[in-house]
């Protein structure tokens, strides 16, 4: 080998020694960055999963329930979710009884706004959102508007790249004593 081409044949291998570096140090630079996939970052997220992101799920059923059509605030639930209403005695674990149950409760022009609430991000596919929230209902015969304050809990799962509601528990919430 010629000098010359010695010097070259450094020169390659510099560069690649380089490029991988680069490239390895620009994959640790991201992940630092972006936090690890599987442990919170800071204790409130995981991997790319944020508590403003669950915490807009709830902004999202509201607005279903603002439409006064049951089967969009149904669409929000999944196939096997559990719902375990504010104003009804059953718990409804079908589709078809989730409609039913939004369909009466939707006569009364519900507009909810949380009070508190408290998010826990599991991991990047399941969430938390635990609280209060209190409902503006119309009486569907006076058409008297009253606030009911109730807890709520929100058992979030993302299901192909969408979050759906797998557990929801409301319950009037019980005068201080």
Known sequence: MTPKSRV????????AVATLGTFAAGVGVADEKDGPKDSPKDGKQHGRVAEREIAALF???NAALLTGDPEKVADRYAEDAVLLPTASPRI???RAEIVDYFAHFL???PRGEKVRSVIHVLDRNSALDAGLYRFHLTDPKTGVTKAVDARYTYEYEKRDGRWLIVNHHSSVL???G
């Open 92 to 94: 409804r674990t079908e």
């Open 59 to 61: 902004d999202q059923w």
């Open 107 to 109: 006569q009364k022009k």
């Open 8 to 15: 070259r044949a450094v020169l390659a291998a510099s560069l």
């Open 174 to 176: 019980p005068a201080e």
